[in-house]
């Protein structure tokens, strides 16, 4: 059964470079036809996808935020990590990562297993 | 940019009917999906490929995607199916979310 766990820094600063990390346990990141997802959501607001990343290195991100977003692998790790730059207020939120099945038939995607969320504050 | 339009609302009795729907242009040409978010919990994907169950999902739970709108349907509704319910497409190499839905079962 595979399980996602996030972490990183609580509390970032405005202006500064937000880092989380998803660590993949119960399966490896290498193995399989996956994407590597991070979403979020604000309190009390709905969810908002960030971005995902492939086992190739190949990524999507949301065009709203695609100018301050990385996604990035660590396969030794089996770990994948999302860094947001220049950050605001408006980009406190709850952070999960997820995974998404490389899609067999049609135009499609879903996550259907998603790690249980930290908590990030944009505050000096 | 898509957009995918919830109904920010819906209530139902328990043991009765419940239909969430999902309003996109030409939804029905692409494929939906729904996750169920309990309240401080993350989401759990509850239908996928507009109709099809993740296993260890209730068979209360189904769905449907035409025209312009994709449904949630759940039969039956319990206590523990209160919840926010969204549904999410993949448009122009993005996921898009729909606004999301409470449902409250009365």
């Known amino acids: 059964q595979v399980q996602l766990q996030e972490s990183g820094p609580g509390l970032v600063k405005p202006s500064q470079t937000l880092s989380l990390t998803c660590t993949v346990s119960?399966?490896?990141?290498?193995?399989?036809?996956?994407?590597w997802s991070w979403i979020r959501q604000p309190a009390g607001k709905g969810l908002e996808w960030i971005g995902r990343?492939?086992?190739?290195?190949?990524?999507n991100y949301n065009p709203s935020l695609k100018s301050r977003v990385t996604i990035s692998l660590d396969t030794s790790k089996n770990q994948f990590s999302l860094k947001l730059s220049s950050v605001t207020a408006a980009d406190t939120a709850v952070y999960y990562c997820?995974?998404?099945?490389?899609?067999?038939?049609?135009?499609?995607?879903?996550?259907?297993?998603w790690g249980k969320g930290t908590t990030v504050t944009v505050s000096s | 940019s898509y957009e995918l339009t919830q109904p920010p609302s819906v209530s139902v009795s328990p043991g009765q009917t419940a239909s969430i729907t999902c309003s996109g242009d030409?939804?029905?040409?692409?494929?939906a999906c729904w996750y169920q978010q309990k309240s401080g919990q993350s989401p759990v994907l509850v239908i996928y490929?507009?109709?099809k169950r993740p296993s260890g999902i209730p068979e209360r739970f189904s769905g449907s995607n035409s025209g312009n709108t994709a449904t949630l349907t759940i039969s039956g509704t319990q206590a523990m199916d209160e919840a926010d319910y969204y549904c999410?497409?993949?448009?122009?190499?993005?996921?898009?979310f729909g606004g999301g839905t409470k449902l409250t079962v009365l």
């Open positions: 997820a995974r998404g099945p490389d899609p067999i038939a049609g135009y499609q995607f879903y996550m259907d297993v």
């Open positions: 119960g399966g490896s990141i290498s193995s399989g036809s996956f994407y």
């Open positions: 990343i492939y086992i190739s290195g190949s990524t």
């Open positions: 030409n939804l029905g040409e692409k494929y």
């Open positions: 490929q507009d109709r």
């Open positions: 999410q497409a993949w448009d122009s190499s993005t996921v898009v």
